[in-house]
Each structure stands twice: as C-alpha cells, then as structure tokens.
C-alpha cells in the first residue's frame, strides 16, 4: 500500500504570534497554526469542555456496545478489554480499564 504524506505549510511568523499570545511553545502554535484555527476555536482546543466534544453515539453500534458494557457491570462478569500500542489505544483502554474497576470489574487488557 502506497500512502503519501500531506502536510500544511507553516506560517512561522503567525506560529510565533500565536505562541506569545496564547503563552505557547512553538511546536504547539505551529500544529495550531497549520490547522487554520481562528481565536475562538484556539481557545477551544487549549480549553475543551464536555460540551466541545463530539457526540460518541454518532459511532456506528454505540448504543449496543454501552447496553453490553452495562450487562455486564450489573452481572459482575469478567472483562476483557482488547488494545493496541499507540497513543489513543493505551489511553482508551486505561480509561475504559479505570470506569469498569470503580464499578467492582476486574477488567484484564490485552494489546495487539
């Protein structure tokens, strides 16, 4: 499989405005900068609440996922939470792993 890079050109100088602005490092307000993002969605990126975030149940099979997970909790079964080495598969599962533990589960993680 061929996969070809895209990258967004930089604007140094508004990375750097950014930076002073927001009291960023460069890395950061250029990622920033390279998005395009205006004052108000900035602020929104370094500040998210819950309301900023996406509706989960727009997955697809949430809704049936979430009615087993709750089976589950209610009967007390064993759990296997199934991950992968990146950095949104091990913090998806620590997450997942932590909610099932507070609700008496003893949840194990295997990573692929």
């Known amino acids: 499989m061929n996969k070809k890079w895209q990258y967004n050109e930089i604007n140094i100088e508004k990375?750097?405005?950014?930076?002073?602005?927001?009291?960023?490092?460069i890395l950061t307000a250029s990622v920033i900068e390279s998005k395009g993002l205006d004052?108000?969605?900035?602020?929104?990126?370094?500040?998210?609440?819950?309301k900023n975030f996406y509706d989960p149940?727009?997955?697809?099979?949430?809704?049936?996922?979430?009615?087993?997970?709750?089976?589950?909790?209610?009967?007390q079964e064993k759990v296997v939470i199934f991950?992968?080495?990146?950095?949104?598969?091990?913090?998806?599962?620590?997450?997942?792993?932590?909610?099932l533990e507070e609700r008496g589960l003893k949840p194990r993680i295997l990573y692929t």
């Open 15 to 25: 990375a750097k405005e950014i930076a002073e602005k927001y009291n960023l490092g």
């Open 39 to 50: 004052d108000e969605k900035i602020k929104i990126f370094l500040n998210p609440t819950r």
């Open 57 to 75: 149940f727009l997955l697809p099979n949430m809704s049936i996922a979430t009615e087993r997970i709750i089976k589950a909790i209610k009967s």
């Open 83 to 99: 991950g992968d080495y990146d950095v949104d598969g091990i913090t998806s599962t620590t997450v997942l792993k932590r909610f």
